[in-house]
């Protein structure tokens, strides 16, 4: 059995699904450490302030957002817990809407969604869900909180089973090289 990173429930209507979400994909690239060309010792990044040349210790360092001015803005803590996301434990589909009509590009990191349990309930329910939108040629439109990140998702039938995919943000570049935003999901 996978592992899962995110248990919940898949709610569409009137129905709730328990289900866990995996990663569809694995990364099978290599990732290689930087190490000293003389010694061969694993190189170590530090954090240096970069008006005073003092190395600062991670309790002591802020967020802050750069406009495009160069001014920054600093974040606090207090700030990032206003916006911060309605914690759920479900995946809330908003609405079905024909496969083809849900264009690639917005699609991001690929889950699946399998049933948790194996009550006669869940599993029929989960079932029906994968049989009616294959059947149909459907895909589902909904939203779900992982950690404390929103996303917009796209829930489709893939050898079947349910794969959930986060939605990317895209951004639109002109001519003049500036970005626009053209989707809000992330």
């Not at 530090?46 to 040349?53: A, M, Y």
Request: with cysteine.
């Amino acid at each position: 059995m996978p592992r899962s990173l995110w248990t919940g429930s898949l709610s569409f209507g009137l129905v709730n699904v328990p289900v866990m979400l995996v990663t569809a994909v694995r990364d099978q690239g290599f990732h290689f450490r930087q190490l000293h060309k003389e010694t061969h010792l694993p190189i170590e990044v530090k954090r240096f302030c970069s008006q005073e040349g003092v190395e600062v210790p991670y309790e002591d360092i802020a967020h802050g957002f750069e406009l495009e001015s160069g001014d920054l803005v600093v974040i606090t803590d207090e700030d990032l817990a206003t916006v911060e996301p309605r914690k759920t434990r479900t995946v809330e589909i908003d609405s079905f809407v024909p496969l083809a009509d849900v264009d690639p590009v917005y699609f991001g990191h690929p889950y699946v969604l399998l049933p948790i349990g194996d009550s006669e309930g869940t599993l029929r329910a989960y079932q029906l869900l994968v049989e009616v939108m294959r059947g149909t040629d459907r895909a589902a439109l909904g939203r779900f909180v992982m950690r404390t990140k929103e996303s917009i998702s796209t829930v489709r039938v893939l050898r079947g089973s349910t794969v959930a995919r986060s939605s990317s943000v895209i951004t639109t570049r002109s001519p003049d090289s500036s970005s626009k935003p053209c989707a809000t999901s992330s």
